[in-house]
């Protein structure tokens, strides 16, 4: 493990001086930047397994793991074989290949919701196109999101989103036209009579609801009782839809989702992050009636150059194949479990205010008394000491979301002896703050 007085980012630092001249703000994606939690971000070399090497050789356990993606852990010897095998055979097809029709059985048989799917290139994709739908459907204009659900940059959902935003304090984001977002009706996460007050307001207009089902981009917070089968049954009601964006907790908190884990069927799904198994990947889908709504079958459009490219296909097969092994999600939920409560554990027995928790692998913690239902109790977080917290875990080889307002991951590669070292690390900064 890294000690505070062997840890030097030298070379992450002239790398990162040099890209804010070349990229705004340094990166291709804002979270990564380090702004809530200080100090520049270390500067990735290579991954392997559970692990992470920066460009001055220092090696980190990680809990990010590509923000999700890499649940059997980095470069996982038999998704590399398999990519070099498809590598030979091209990048991109920008043609039908057998490969979709194999990820596509896979992803039908596994989503409760699921019995058409469309692949897209990136979860934001899938969220615009599942809007679109939703609409062209229904033949209503307005929706519904939770406050600090994150379902991707597109304008009309840039609305009290989770994620980057809420790490850089910004409500919404300049650019983006009222008339976007008009159509845009904002709920409280847990909260089923703030859902069935938009209703009153607006009836028969709303053309549905989409949400994380297990908030990731607020930090984690789990659904309460009943919540999600609150909602199956006002969107019945009132003729909408109800759409889980599973993106994040799509064949992670359970290989069917969270609609499996909770047993509450949406009309429609999104996905992305595991099921492209390192590579760029989205997918929405559901009912067959209302996929049939999609072009070239029906009159909504929606297209994309790489859409179902091979080596996204190849990644996402062997990814799931891997998960399908027996005793997979109960090493998950094990290895989880330990981390999740030893961190709660060790931040009451040093005196911190702290709640959270984890459902497979995927997992939080808020340096609040709690507990956190939603986006406004996250908000009551310490974020000062969470950025202490990080930057020691950072500086003693232990690499997490550099945001108080994202969830953790696990992967198969964490070993107990990887818990066991994150813990030691956890004790001794949060003896220290």
Same mark, same amino acid.
């Given at each position: 493990m890294i000690t505070t007085s062997s840890w030097t980012t030298t070379k992450s630092e002239e790398i990162f001086q040099t890209a804010q001249n070349l990229m705004p703000g340094g990166v291709s994606s804002p979270v990564r930047a380090f702004k809530s939690v200080g100090g520049q971000p270390i500067v990735f070399d290579r991954v392997k397994g559970a692990y992470v090497w920066d460009v001055d050789g220092n090696q980190y356990i990680d809990y990010?793991?590509?923000?999700?993606?890499?649940?059997?852990?980095?470069?996982?010897?038999?998704?590399?074989?398999?990519?070099?095998?498809?590598?030979?055979?091209?990048?991109?097809?920008?043609?039908?290949?057998?490969?979709?029709?194999?990820?596509?059985?896979?992803?039908?048989?596994?989503?409760?919701?699921?019995?058409?799917?469309?692949?897209?290139?990136s979860g934001t994709e899938a969220c615009m196109a599942v809007i679109r739908l939703m609409r062209a459907f229904t033949g209503r204009d307005k929706i519904i999101k939770f406050s600090g659900c994150y379902h991707g940059h597109a304008d009309m959902l840039l609305v009290q989103a989770g994620s980057g935003v809420a790490t850089l304090g910004l409500p919404d984001s300049p650019g983006v036209p009222k008339s976007a977002t008009a159509s845009t009706l904002t709920a409280i996460y847990n909260d089923l009579e703030s859902v069935k007050s938009l209703f009153e307001a607006n009836p028969d207009s709303i053309a549905g609801v989409i949400l994380e089902p297990v908030v990731g981009n607020s930090g984690f917070v789990p659904p309460d009782a009943g919540f999600l089968e609150g909602l199956r049954l006002i969107t019945q009601e009132h003729g909408a839809l109800l759409v889980f964006d599973?993106?994040?907790?799509g064949f992670r908190i359970a290989y069917g989702g969270a609609q499996e884990k909770f047993g509450v069927t949406p009309d429609l799904t999104t996905l992305g992050k595991v099921i492209g198994g390192g590579l760029p990947v989205g997918a929405y889908g559901g009912r067959q009636d209302i996929m049939s709504m999609v072009a070239p079958a029906g009159p909504m459009y929606q297209?994309?150059?790489?859409?179902?490219?091979?080596?996204?296909?190849?990644?996402?097969?062997?990814?799931?194949?891997?998960?399908?092994?027996?005793? @997979?999600? *109960?090493?998950? +939920?094990?290895?989880?479990?330990?981390?999740? #409560?030893?961190?709660?554990?060790?931040?009451?027995?040093?005196?911190?205010?702290?709640?959270?928790?984890?459902?497979?692998?995927?997992?939080?913690?808020?340096?609040?008394?709690?507990?956190?239902?939603?986006?406004?109790?996250?908000?009551?977080?310490?974020?000062?000491?969470?950025?202490?917290?990080?930057r020691g875990m950072l500086e003693r080889g232990i690499y997490l979301a550099p945001s108080q307002f994202e969830?953790?991951?696990?992967?198969?590669?964490? @070993?107990? *002896?990887?818990? +066991?070292?994150?813990?030691?690390?956890?004790? #001794?900064?949060?003896?220290g703050i």
């Open positions: 990010v793991g590509t923000w999700g993606p890499a649940i059997c852990g980095h470069t996982h010897p038999e998704v590399i074989c398999a990519l070099h095998e498809a590598l030979e055979k091209g990048t991109s097809f920008g043609a039908p290949s057998a490969l979709e029709n194999v990820l596509a059985s896979m992803v039908i048989e596994a989503v409760p919701s699921i019995d058409m799917v469309r692949f897209v290139n599973e993106v994040m907790t297209a994309g150059t790489l859409s179902g490219n091979p080596l996204a296909m190849t990644a996402g097969i062997k990814t799931l194949e891997l998960l399908q092994k027996p005793g @997979t999600y *109960e090493q998950l +939920d094990k290895i989880t479990k330990k981390l999740s #409560e030893g961190l709660l554990q060790i931040a009451k027995e040093t005196g911190h205010p702290a709640c959270g928790g984890q459902i497979s692998a995927m997992f939080g913690m808020f340096f609040t008394v709690g507990p956190v239902r939603n986006y406004d109790d996250a908000k009551k977080s310490d974020l000062a000491k969470f950025s202490r917290f990080h969830a953790g991951f696990t992967s198969l590669a964490h @070993t107990d *002896e990887d818990i +066991d070292r994150t813990l030691e690390a956890a004790r #001794e900064v949060m003896s």
